[in-house]
């Protein structure tokens, strides 16, 4: 097996699933699992290639003429990231085959997730930028349909909306920036641009590349001021927000900036612009998180807030920043899954996801609150979890930054008492507070429901307790390909009494401090939030989007007001300036006219026709007017006879006299001749119709005396003869060469026909 034949088969499995989930039924997402599970083995047999420093790559031709190839970049920061991609994943198909049962769409339902595993593992293992922008669009795409799953209901189809407008716009800024970013090599091969940041750094393109990557990466990632789609997402069912928005799809931006780090990073502008957004994101997620009631918000906004940390990291870009960021994104990811799993478990159970309306399940789910509090001692940064591994880096990382050091630090200490005050308050006060009465007697989930939290918090449990161990050969190759410059730390439990054990001591402390007294912290919180935060970022995001489409309509009216000579007359206008730019930049027009052999009957043609023309223009009758425009076209076709172009000749005057029948026909039903137009609007409209005949006569002179290339006309009467058997070229050009082209006009000349039949009739039928 290898990446590619791995996505493709996720994505055929994604096409079947919605046909074979109901002969599957309960089996069905452990069945599906087998696929991803699967891929987990293969990339765990690939680990030692890769911890021994290679780079496993894959290519296959897709459009070579613009170096767009379908190929795979396996290092050891996608393998990382694949993992969690496979490994929550497969659990989450299990999850959700028993999650979803009382739902409609259920096989749909599988088929989006497995689309959505195998384009965010196609963004991790991509190793062309074009590439990577495909599979980016799709997380997009599934993720826009995983979230309005529930799409009767107004909320979700707005969040799904929402969703895909900010992230769809983030595309379209990353699209631009790895154009940008190839540019400069050549080559959008990511071994190609990894190899040498010299180009892109040295580049003028360098800072425009620079924000628009960033663009994509901050909408993608939920970072301010585009955080607030991420907790509008949790309208989404338990699954999707356990995979998409805590462990996958949202670290598809943090992926991105660490993948770029090794070419785009280490510049003062990317310390600065990660840094500043990654703080402000990391604290805004943490205070909001505070007055939350819904379970699942509340791990949303602790979800931006270790996003904004994440971000953060890649930023300051030091050896223990960059440690931190690839523990602290193993760290986040097990515990985030297993909460968001646990949250629909008791959203399954009681039928509620408030906290203020839970309270005493240790009862009847005492299984559930093992496995939740230990998830919530390692957000909470406490020995023996992951978490404590983490948070410790993260304090080392932090107070060691190159600048604003104080400042970040402190960011970082309030935010990690957050996630204390947080983890005290969901464990203690809805397992072991006061009980509240239940729709329903509440009881231990399935095995398939639990499964998927149990194997994940052993892991965090496992990978905290040995660290050196277990945890290193994950992620020592990762640190090495985010940061080339780097290598790992020494990862253990114990660093002894020193001033980041001081940091997680007194985060404790005021962790609980602010669970002691919580309903003041909750209340000047609040206070404060209706204060200054009282219009929330969401709905301005939907003020702004209406506000938008009222703007358009409003402009809409404007423009598109239904007089189409004003149509015509601003198609003209801007076409004639736009090609009189371009002639007056080409090459001067040579005229050779020699009016002493044009023939004195010719003369008397074009004398006739120009007369008519004015004539035409400043007549007051329809009659004349359309007397006037059929002299022009005779006239015209006689010019064709002149030149021997019968058979234009021939079409031309059928054309003037069916026209002129029809024009006679509807003139009868015309009102009486009156001036419309003022004096102005004529003298507007003569510039417009000089501006137009004046550029239409420069460009048939300009065509006359330049000759780019051999004419074609050689070609055609060459081999009208020869090969088509037809001495009439123009016959031989309309049947033979453009055989397909006189097919595609009778065709629509038979259309109208049957068209104006079928009208006739109908009106034949009302009047009867």
Do not use: C
């Not at 003028?204 to 607030?228: C, D, E, M, N, R």
């Not at 005290?424 to 009881?443: A, E, N």
């Not at 050689?714 to 123009?730: D, H, I, L, P, T």
Request: cysteine-free; hydrophobic content about 55%.
């Amino acid at each position: 097996m290898n990446s590619g034949l791995l996505i493709g088969l996720l994505l055929l499995l994604s096409f079947l699933a919605p046909f074979t989930r109901r002969y599957l039924n309960n089996l069905a997402g452990p069945l599906y699992a087998i696929v991803p599970v699967a891929g987990i083995i293969y990339y765990l047999r690939a680990l030692p290639v890769i911890l021994k420093g290679e780079v496993i790559t894959e290519s296959y031709k897709w459009i070579p003429v613009y170096d767009i190839n379908l190929s795979f970049y396996i290092d050891g920061f996608g393998i990382l990231f694949s993992l969690l991609i496979l490994g929550i994943g497969a659990f989450i198909l299990i999850y959700a085959g028993k999650y979803m049962v009382p739902y409609p769409m259920k096989g749909r339902f599988m088929g989006y997730l497995i689309l959505f595993m195998a384009a965010m593992l196609g963004i991790v293992v991509s190793g062309n930028l074009i590439t990577m922008f495909v599979f980016w669009e799709l997380t997009s795409i599934s993720s826009y349909l995983l979230i309005g799953y529930h799409h009767e209901k107004p909320e979700a189809r707005t969040a799904a909306l929402q969703a895909l407008l900010i992230t769809g716009f983030g595309g379209l800024a990353l699209l631009g920036g790895f154009v940008l970013l190839g540019l400069p090599y050549g080559t959008y091969e990511l071994s190609t641009i990894l190899a040498d940041p010299e180009p892109i750094r040295s580049s003028v393109l360098y800072l425009p590349a620079l924000i628009l990557i960033l663009l994509g990466a901050f909408t993608k990632s939920a970072q301010f001021p585009f955080h607030f789609w991420l907790p509008g997402a949790m309208t989404a069912p338990s699954p999707v927000s356990a995979f998409l928005h805590s462990a996958t799809m949202v670290k598809a931006g943090v992926f991105l900036l660490a993948r770029l780090n090794p070419v785009m990073g280490d510049t003062q502008i990317w310390h600065i612009l990660l840094t500043t957004f990654g703080t402000v994101t990391m604290v805004m997620g943490a205070w909001f998180s505070i007055t939350q009631t819904d379970l699942k918000k509340i791990l949303a906004y602790t979800t931006v807030s270790a996003l904004g940390t994440l971000v953060l990291l890649i930023g300051t870009g030091t050896q223990y920043a960059i440690n931190a960021a690839i523990i602290f994104l193993l760290v986040h990811a097990l515990y985030k899954g297993t909460l968001f799993m646990m949250a629909g478990n008791i959203e399954k159970m009681t039928g509620t996801r408030d906290i203020t309306k839970l309270g005493g399940l240790f009862k009847e789910m005492p299984v559930a609150a093992i496995v939740m509090s230990l998830a919530l001692v390692s957000m909470a940064g406490i020995p023996p979890m992951l978490g404590f591994v983490g948070k410790e880096l993260i304090y080392e990382a932090t107070s060691l930054a190159p600048t604003s050091r104080y400042l970040i630090l402190l960011a970082a200490f309030f935010t990690n008492s957050v996630l204390v005050f947080l983890s005290l308050r969901l464990s203690l006060d809805v397992f072991w507070g006061k009980r509240s009465d239940y729709q329903k007697k509440p009881f231990d989930p399935y095995v398939a429901l639990m499964a998927g939290p149990v194997v994940l918090v052993l892991l965090s449990l496992l990978l905290g307790l040995f660290p050196a161990n277990l945890a290193a050969p994950l992620t020592a190759m990762a640190i090495t390909s985010v940061s080339p410059g780097h290598v790992a730390v020494g990862l253990k439990l114990w660093h002894g009494f020193n001033l980041v054990l001081l940091l997680s001591a007194l985060t404790l402390f005021t962790g609980y401090f602010m669970y002691r007294y919580k309903r003041m912290i909750l209340e000047h919180s609040g206070s404060i939030n209706l204060r200054y935060f009282a219009r929330e970022f969401s709905n301005g995001f939907v003020a702004a989007v209406d506000g938008f489409l009222h703007f358009t309509k409003k402009q809409t009216s404007r423009i598109q007001h239904g007089y189409h000579r004003f149509y015509l007359m601003t198609v003209f206008a801007v076409a004639s300036v736009l090609v009189w730019v371009m002639i007056w930049r080409a090459d001067p027009i040579i005229l050779e006219l020699n009016f002493a052999d044009m023939p004195l009957n010719l003369v008397a043609v074009v004398v006739l026709i120009i007369a008519a023309a004015l004539s035409a223009v400043i007549s007051h009758s329809r009659v004349i007017a359309l007397v006037a425009m059929g002299v022009i076209g005779f006239g015209i076709s006689i010019i064709f006879i002149a030149f021997s172009g019968v058979d234009l000749a021939i079409t031309m005057i059928m054309v003037e006299v069916l026209m002129v029948i029809l024009a006679m026909a509807v003139l009868y039903h015309l009102p009486k001749y009156a001036k419309y137009s003022e004096s102005g609007a004529r003298m507007r409209d003569g510039l417009v119709a000089s501006l137009v005949g004046a550029f239409m006569m420069v460009l048939v002179l300009q065509a006359g005396t330049t000759q780019m290339s051999e004419p074609i006309s050689s070609f055609f009467k060459e081999a009208s003869y020869s090969e088509a058997f037809g001495r009439n070229v123009v016959n031989v050009i309309l049947v033979d060469f453009r055989a397909l082209d006189t097919l595609g006009e009778i065709s629509v000349i038979a259309i109208a026909a049957l068209g104006i039949f079928s009208m006739i009739k109908l009106s034949k039928r009302k009047e009867i």
